[in-house]
């Protein structure tokens, strides 16, 4: 697994197909900004969120490592979870 922490700071995606995504800020937008994120391969994601005792894997379903697969299955979980933008 590769590890990113979702804070303050500049941040780079090596995976990414074609290219290499950075950014600055949080990776994750509307998700807590102490949760941390690991992507492994075959699109295999954790996100751990310590404030909430919390730890979300999902199995890998795609050759495509990259963060739109993690910011879409962030998407689909985080109104569940009931968690605040990043602060």
Same mark, same amino acid.
């Given at each position: 697994?590769? *590890? *990113? =922490? +979702? %804070?303050? %700071?500049? *941040?780079?995606?090596?995976? &990414?197909? +074609?290219? #290499? ?18 992507? %492994?391969?075959?699109? #295999? /994601?954790?996100?751990? =969120?310590? &404030? ?8 890998? /379903?795609? $050759?495509? &490592?990259? $963060? %739109? +697969?993690?910011?879409?299955? *962030? ?6 979870? #009931? $968690?605040?933008?990043?602060?």
């Amino acid at each position: 697994y590769l *590890w *990113w =922490i +979702n %804070g303050d %700071g500049h *941040w780079i995606r090596p995976l &990414e197909v +074609n290219t #290499q995504l950075k950014g600055d800020g949080p990776m994750f937008t509307d998700a807590p900004k102490g949760m941390f994120f690991g992507t %492994g391969l075959f699109s #295999q /994601f954790i996100f751990v =969120i310590p &404030e909430r005792h919390l730890v979300v894997t999902t199995m890998g /379903f795609s $050759l495509d &490592e990259s $963060l %739109g +697969n993690a910011r879409l299955i *962030w998407t689909a979980l985080a109104p569940s979870l #009931q $968690l605040g933008p990043a602060r």
